[in-house]
Every structure is written in structure tokens, then in C-alpha cells.
């Protein structure tokens, strides 16, 4: 996410369902002093608390192999998305 934002200048979600994670993303995120561009969000990736159309692109690390159903993590990324 920070190097995304670093070298792309894009403002950048992160999404996490663990507490400590993102404790430790936001820490890092202040080191690095990229709160201007990255902010990370307890979430759920089956059911995201973003509008539709709202994001214009979408990456996934490690995490969306654990969906219980891919269609069903990538048909909900594919509703964030803009066309």
C-alpha cells in the first residue's frame, strides 16, 4: 500500500478484518508519513464498506485465497470498481 502511494502519488485503502494489523499499518503508515495518501479499514473483502463504482483500481495480497467463495470476494471488488 505505501509504496503504491509512494511511487504513484494514488491514495490507497487498505482493508483488514485483524486489529493488530491495522495497528501496525497505521503505525508504519506514520513513519513513513504517507497519512495523506493511505489509511487502512477493519473491513470484511466479502462485503466492502465502499460505494459502488467509488475505487479505480483494486489489488489483493495474500488474503483473498481464505474466501470462502472467489466469485463472490472478486463479484464484490468488481462492485467497487468504476467501469
Do not use: W
Amino acid at each position: 500500500m505505501r509504496a503504491i502511494a509512494r511511487f504513484s502519488g494514488a491514495s490507497v485503502i487498505g482493508v483488514n478484518n485483524n486489529d493488530y494489523q491495522i495497528q501496525r499499518s497505521n503505525k508504519h503508515t506514520r513513519v513513513a508519513r504517507l497519512e495523506a495518501l493511505c489509511s487502512t479499514v477493519k473491513g470484511d473483502f466479502m462485503a466492502l464498506a465502499l460505494p459502488e463504482n467509488s475505487v479505480d483500481a483494486a489489488y489483493a495480497i495474500e488474503a483473498t485465497c481464505h474466501a470462502p467463495s472467489l466469485a463472490a470476494v472478486y463479484s464484490e471488488v468488481c462492485r467497487a470498481l468504476k467501469p
